[in-house]
């Protein structure tokens, strides 16, 4: 994730107990603990660096496997028909996907549910100790708003995903089993937290934090709630959509990269087209996102060259998505290939635009959650809903004329 990853702490690490010995004349205090060495949420909250520590924390689970590194993103790849899983996949959750035979016991159906809960606990108790800390008013207000966001982001993915879910604020409404709360006011929270976001976060961040959820972010989120519950809720908020997304146009801080690929390969990463990602770089100490290992062809060698073959591209996508000569389809997929003991294969088409820096090894390419390109086509739907279909074409043929 960003910087504050790069430099996290270890946070939840098991430390010794340390026990207080006395005279034998005082034998009870034998059984008193004082625990110097155990970090707890009285202890923790205490100064600037435990508060950046701990929304480090909190962007961690979005490059874990049960989120954007493999279970949610692979799962809704499968589910929207996008994709299917290779035809030696023997993994029963992801045949489950695509089968329509999953039930609540499916981990792909399950772990987004326990995965951005945690994000929330996370972002919850810094909310309610961020008042305590002694920190500079800056880094308080931005990293409240990276709370705020992630709060958002969170409960977006489970009201889309679970319809109404249980809306915790608080550490006190975590407690017991809390009852599913109406989307509607799920949505309004969502709306909430990512306007207050929206003020709090900076325009950018510098090199050292690039990755930390910017004002853009917030920004894209909000217009993809409104474009969200326009189109899925018929909520008819295409204006308020449109204007989330000029913002983040007239902010001048994100521009299209003028080659496609450059958008998804590492030394493009955290740069102008990206908005905001989940973080796969080994620099940052991320966990690794096993983006190659999903969507590389088995044919190549799991261990070697390819990958699991979890997300191969259906045939629709594969021929009519592209008009003739788009150089998005060139970039992005392969078909041939050679194995790590050198024979060339061919294999049916696999995604092929998130290239590692070396592979075999980690896999430091982004999951990009938001692009500037995103941006502008929210703009373009939104202004078309509206009646400015002129207008939404200009949006629309500047992802065109890159795509050449």
Request: proline share 6%; aromatic share 10%.
């Amino acid at each position: 994730m960003p910087n504050i990853i790069r430099t996290r702490r270890a946070f939840g690490t098991a430390l010794a107990l340390t026990i207080s010995l006395a005279p034998l004349g005082a034998c009870h205090d034998l059984l008193v603990e004082d625990p110097k060495g155990n970090v707890t949420t009285d202890s923790f909250y205490r100064t600037e660096g435990d508060a950046v520590a701990a929304i480090a924390a909190a962007y961690r689970p979005l490059s874990d496997g049960r989120l954007f590194g493999t279970d949610m993103k692979g799962a809704l790849i499968i589910a929207a028909d996008d994709a299917r899983h290779g035809l030696n996949e023997e993994t029963a959750a992801i045949i489950a996907t695509e089968t329509l035979t999953w039930d609540a016991s499916t981990p792909r159906v399950t772990n987004p549910w326990f995965s951005w809960y945690d994000v929330i606990t996370k972002t919850n108790l810094l909310l309610e100790k961020l008042p305590g800390i002694e920190m500079s008013e800056i880094t308080r207000t931005r990293v409240t708003g990276e709370a705020k966001f992630l709060r958002a982001l969170g409960y977006f993915y489970l009201v889309r995903l679970y319809g109404d879910v249980p809306l915790i604020l608080t550490s006190a409404d975590a407690i017991g089993q809390p009852a599913r709360t109406p989307k509607e006011q799920v949505y309004a929270q969502i709306i909430k937290d990512t306007q207050e976001a929206e003020a709090a976060l900076p325009a950018s961040w510098d090199a050292a934090n690039k990755g930390r959820a910017p004002k853009g972010a917030a920004q894209t989120l909000l217009a993809e709630v409104y474009l969200w519950r326009s189109s899925a809720e018929q909520k008819n908020e295409w204006q308020l959509a449109a204007d989330a997304a000029k913002r983040v146009i007239d902010g001048g801080v994100f521009q299209l990269e003028p080659d496609y690929l450059n958008a998804f390969l590492p030394g493009s990463q955290n740069r102008r087209e990206e908005i905001f990602a989940a973080q796969a770089s080994s620099a940052t100490n991320a966990p690794t996102i096993r983006t190659a290992d999903i969507l590389y062809p088995r044919e190549l060698g799991q261990g070697g060259a390819g990958g699991f073959g979890a997300a191969l591209p259906l045939p629709w996508a594969y021929d009519s998505s592209y008009a003739k000569g788009d150089y998005r389809r060139d970039v992005t997929y392969r078909t041939s290939g050679v194995t790590q003991q050198g024979k060339q294969v061919t294999f049916p088409p696999s995604v092929y635009k998130y290239r590692p820096s070396k592979w075999p090894g980690p896999q430091d390419v982004n999951w990009p959650i938001y692009r500037y390109a995103e941006v502008l086509l929210f703009e373009a739907e939104a202004l078309n809903e509206l009646g400015s279909t002129s207008q939404a074409v200009q949006y629309l043929n500047q992802v065109r004329a890159r795509a050449r």
